[in-house]
């Protein structure tokens, strides 16, 4: 069981930058980022395997960076031109297959807030 812990989340004016990170316990292959807005369904934000293959949502390219410290298990969000549609609860997930496939290992959450 690997476990997943999320920090960097807050309140940022829009234009703002926010930088997430997430601590596996283990080892994972695929590492990625996916959001819930109340009232809204999640959806997946950015991933990205030990190769390096990466994947964003359209809403969130240009904008959002995706990166791993593999010495440390940590994965990274860099969050930059941040929007009040950017405003959700932010959550780690993991799994030691593709990215492809279903995430095994989720983080409890960390919490973003944009204000216009």
Do not use: H
């Not at 960097?8 to 959001?35: D, E, H, I, K, P």
């Not at 390096?52 to 969000?77: E, P």
């Amino acid at each position: 069981q690997v476990q997943l812990v999320e920090s960097g989340g807050g309140s940022v004016q829009a234009g703002g930058s926010l930088r997430l990170s997430c601590v596996a316990s283990g080892y994972t292959n695929c590492m990625g980022w996916f959001r819930q807005a109340p009232g809204k369904e999640r959806e997946a934000v950015a991933s990205r395997d030990r190769l390096g293959s990466t994947n964003y949502a359209d809403s969130v390219k240009g904008r959002f960076t995706i990166s791993r410290d593999y010495a440390k298990n940590t994965l990274f969000l860099q969050m930059n031109s941040l929007q009040p549609g950017d405003s959700a609860m932010y959550y780690c997930a993991a799994s030691s297959g593709l990215c492809l496939g279903a995430m095994d290992y989720w983080g409890k959450g960390t919490l973003v807030t944009i204000s216009s």
